[in-house]
């Protein structure tokens, strides 16, 4: 069995003569018939772009919407936050605080463990002039 042969380039003769068809139909319109459809296809069009237009409006709402919501957790989340950093600088202060403390202390143990005659050199030259009492006080500078 022999195949038929297929007519053209292979592909079958569907909708070849369709726009063909058009145009014979819309050259055989008069003026009002044709002024009549390009009318119904502009308003088709301007349907379509009416609806594809109100998609776009509602799409951009919705986005406002949510930046809305995003911009309003974003102010909670600052205020929140607020307290933390309040708190790192307290204990930045208290760090301040606690080394500056530490280091009076350092001061005042090595001034208690130093001798006499190394607090006050002219104390202890005074020291040897008075009575005993204004010796003790010349010698606890």
Same mark, same amino acid.
């Given at each position: 069995m022999? /195949? #038929? =042969?297929? =007519?053209g380039n292979g592909f079958s003769s569907f909708g070849q003569g369709t726009s063909t068809a058009l145009l014979d139909e819309a050259a055989s319109l008069g003026n009002e018939e044709l002024? !009549?459809?390009? !009318?119904?296809?502009?308003? @088709?069009?301007?349907? @379509?772009l009416a609806v594809l237009f109100g998609l776009v409006i509602a799409t951009l709402q919705r986005i406002d919407r949510h930046a809305a919501r995003t911009h309003t957790a974003g102010k909670q989340i600052a205020?929140?936050?607020?307290? @933390?950093? =309040? $708190?790192?600088?307290?204990?930045r202060d208290l760090v301040a605080i606690r080394d500056a403390a530490r280091g009076a202390e350092r001061a005042h143990i090595q001034r208690r463990h130093r001798s #006499?005659?190394? /607090?006050?050199p002219?104390?202890? /030259? $005074?020291a040897g002039r008075f009575g005993a009492r204004r010796r003790q006080e010349l010698l606890a500078c």
């Open positions: 022999s /195949r #038929p =042969a297929l =007519a002024w !009549l459809f390009a !009318l119904a296809a502009g308003s @088709l069009v301007v349907v @379509l205020q929140n936050t607020v307290g @933390l950093w =309040a $708190l790192d600088q307290m204990n #006499p005659a190394r /607090r006050c002219e104390s202890r /030259r $005074l």
